[in-house]
Every structure is written in C-alpha cells, then in structure tokens.
C-alpha cells in the first residue's frame, strides 16, 4: 500500500463544527510528523493554523492523499477538482447523512490511522460530465433561461456566512434556489409534525431542516452582504425558493400520515425494525452502500445477492448496527436486477440507540 507523507485538507465553509473536527485532524497528522497542508479557503477562516497553504487545484499537485471534512456534496467538488491529479480522496463525515463520507468524526483518529498504516481498499469511480437540462436543452442554453451563478459563498469580513445553491434568471425574474436531498423515517404514531421525521441516523429532523431553509438559507439572499454579490452580477431584485428531494419511509407494520406540505407524488419506502423482518419466499433484498442511497438501484446480472448470501449478511450484522438501507431487487429484461422497493432495517430500540 502507498504511503502518504504530504496531507491536504479541505474543509466546508460555514460550520464551526467542521472546523473543530479540522483542528482535530491537523493535530493528529502533525503528532504523526506528515506534512499537512490547508486549503488556502478553510485557512482564512482558521486563524494561527501555521501550515502551508494551497489552491484545491494545486493540492492535487503536492499531495498524497487529500482529506475532505464535511458532506457528500464537499467530497464530490473535491474530487470533481482532483480527478485529474489521480490522487485518492478520503471523507470525514459533518453532514446529515454521509452517502460517500464514510469516517464519522468521533472515530476520526482511529480510521484515519488505518488509512495511514495502510489498512485501506480503493474504490476507484468515474466522473460524469453532466449538465441540467429543462426542456431537452442545457439550463445555460435554454430560451430565456440564464444561469448566474452557483455555490455562491457569502461572506463577512474573512467570516462565511453561507452559501447561495444556484441564481438563475428567467422570464418571470432572478431566482435564488437552495436545493437538498433528504432521507427521513416517519413516526408510527399519527402526526402530520414534519419535526416527527427523523434522519436514518437521527441526527437531523424534517422540521428542523425546513425551519433552517426559511430561517436561515432562503432569506440569506435578502441580506446586505448578498446584495454586494448579488450586485456584482447584475442582479437587484430575487425570489428566494426550495427545491428539498428525497425519500420519505414509512413504519412497517403500522401507518403514519405524510408530513404537512409533502408532495403527494413523494419518493416513498418503509423502515422496520430488526425483530420484526420477515422475508417472503422467493424475495432478493440486497444491502445498499451510503454512496447508492439516492438513485434507485441497478445490479448487473451476476453480481446480485442470493437469498443466502443475504442470510449470512444478516447473521453477523450487530443488532445496535446503523440503520441499513435495503432493497428487493426483481429481474429485468435484460437480466439485471432493478429496485422493486426500499426498506431500512433498524435497531430495535431505533431511534433509542447509543450514540444517536
């Protein structure tokens, strides 16, 4: 295995937590004599840090290994920066849910150590080059539609404030978007509270991240700092909207009533607990990894699971194991496995679990 003596460190912008877990990690890398080198935008906001400091896209050319502190969506533009550096990219997880970032911070020193002494697989991916597109054209080329600006960091004096999804423009104005993607587990008791829904891992609630987007997120374009921005792009007047996508699970056995305001065409599935799984005969379910959460899932033929290979799976999973994305997988035309369904399989004493 490689060893990694030159370290970059990315960081999301805009969360003290981040920046805690960051001077934990630099300590740790600095007392294993490696040198650690920051990225030059999480460096202004961490003050006395006295390391060397890059361009993401420069990190590429210096180090080994480069670690990202922060969610799915801070990995994948660093790896969308560093792909053609070829060097791997580890994740350290201040998200909600963490599809790629697999280390959670308080395992942090002893994952990254492992990684370190060599103890590691590499899951090599493809980057797809893509473009949104309304009405079979690119959002950039479509009539009366003008994309702005996207990620749009606002800031205060060196301090982030936040961020701006994406601005656009259209015939009915200049839009502010905040967009997200959410998985959460409904409550077996009736409640139409979106704070009822809680997130597989029961760090975050449905209600909590509405009351964040139009407290905090969707008003942020009003505010004086992005006026200066928004300024800068031509822009002086803008509606703030919400796209939030996602998978709403409903208890099985038991019926909960979807939370208020819900779409009622919602990506749908059920969440069980441990003791009370069954399985009909004839079923496939197969464990999803983080990273396939969102999309529905495809298996080519051969690499699905067979009913027993999923019976030793369930054998040796822990009890108190976090909750498990599962799916039952029916045959195609082709002879690849497509989702039929989507089921999380929790703990018992789910959402009374340790650490949660």
Not at 161 to 177: I, T
């Amino acid at each position: 295995m490689e060893q990694f003596r030159n370290i970059g460190i990315i960081g999301r912008l805009g969360s003290s937590q981040v920046l805690d877990t960051i001077r934990r990690l630099k300590k740790f890398l600095l007392d294993r004599h490696l040198h650690v080198i920051l990225e030059d935008t999480i460096a202004e906001v961490l003050p006395g840090h006295g390391l060397q400091t890059s361009t993401r896209k420069l990190l590429g050319e210096v180090c080994d290994l480069v670690i990202v502190v922060g969610g799915d969506g801070s990995l994948l533009g660093a790896a969308r920066a560093l792909a053609r550096h070829n060097i791997p990219v580890l994740g350290i997880n201040r998200g909600n849910l963490g599809f790629l970032t697999d280390i959670r911070p308080d395992e942090l020193e002893e994952k990254v150590a492992e990684v370190l002494d060599g103890h590691y697989l590499v899951e090599n991916r493809f980057l797809l080059q893509a473009e949104v597109r309304r009405h079979h054209e690119a959002i950039g080329q479509a009539p009366g539609i003008e994309l702005l600006a996207a990620n749009v960091a606002i800031r205060d004096a060196g301090r982030t404030l936040g961020e701006l999804d994406v601005v656009l423009r259209d015939r009915d104005g200049v839009h502010h978007l905040e967009l997200a993607i959410k998985l959460y587990l409904g409550p077996q008791e009736a409640s139409l509270d979106p704070h009822a829904w809680l997130g597989p891992g029961c760090h975050d609630r449905l209600g909590s991240k509405l009351a964040h987007l139009k407290g905090h997120q969707l008003p942020m374009s009003e505010g004086a700092h992005s006026r200066e921005v928004l300024a800068r792009l031509g822009v002086e007047q803008v509606q703030a909207h919400v796209w939030l996508g996602g998978y709403l699970f409903y208890p099985w056995p038991g019926h909960a009533e979807p939370p208020a305001g819900a779409n009622p065409q919602h990506l749908r599935g059920r969440w069980v607990r441990r003791r009370e799984w069954v399985m009909a005969e004839g079923e496939h379910w197969q464990p999803l990894q983080r990273h396939a959460w969102l999309a529905p899932a495809r298996i080519e033929a051969g690499e699905g699971w067979t009913v027993e290979q999923f019976a030793a799976w369930l054998h040796v999973l822990e009890r108190q194991a976090p909750a498990q994305l599962l799916v039952r997988l029916e045959p195609d035309a082709e002879g690849a496995w497509q989702e039929a369904e989507r089921v999380f399989l929790v703990a018992d004493d789910w959402p009374h679990v340790p650490g949660a």
